[in-house]
Each structure stands twice: as structure tokens, then as C-alpha cells.
């Protein structure tokens, strides 16, 4: 619940975190829920879904990550070209 979310993330200011990364979070009004409780800047994770940079941006969503994605596609791209490189 929310109540167990804003216990747990004023624990971990507590603690000395630095931000709260909700990695898989994909509702917009959860994450906005998310940040108006969080004493922590909230990172969300993007890849998979619609939501939009300006989307997280105008519920004051701190950090946005993508993962491993982009490397992911640059890596399949660079062993695409050394395989026709060397064919």
C-alpha cells in the first residue's frame, strides 16, 4: 500500500539514501502517488511501455533510467557489422 511505501521510503532517508528507484512501475498515477509521498527523489525505469519523458517530467519524476536497452541494441548492432565485416 502507500502507507507500507511512504514507511519504507522515509526509512531509507533516514538511512542516508539518496533516491528511491522503483524499477517495473508503470502507472502514471502510482508514480505520481509515489513521489508526492517519497522524502526521496523518485528514479523510474523507462523500456516497455508508453509513458513519456515530458509524462514523468510533469509529476516530478527525478531520474529517469533506461537499463540496459540501449547498450543492449548498440552491442547486437556492432556484432551485426563485424559478422558482415569478417563474412
Do not use: C, W
Not at 512501475?25 to 508514480?31: A, G, K, P
Request: a positive charge.
Amino acid at each position: 500500500t502507500l502507507v507500507v511505501f511512504a514507511q519504507g521510503s522515509r526509512f531509507y532517508a533516514e538511512v542516508g539514501a539518496s533516491g528511491l528507484f522503483l524499477p517495473g512501475l508503470m502507472d502514471l498515477r502510482l508514480i505520481a502517488a509515489a513521489v508526492k509521498r517519497s522524502p526521496l527523489p523518485v528514479n523510474i525505469m523507462m523500456g516497455g511501455h508508453e509513458l513519456t519523458r515530458r509524462q514523468l517530467a510533469e509529476v516530478d519524476v527525478a531520474r529517469i533510467s533506461h537499463g540496459p536497452e540501449p547498450f543492449m541494441m548498440v552491442m547486437k548492432h556492432l556484432q551485426n557489422e563485424a559478422g558482415l565485416a569478417l563474412a
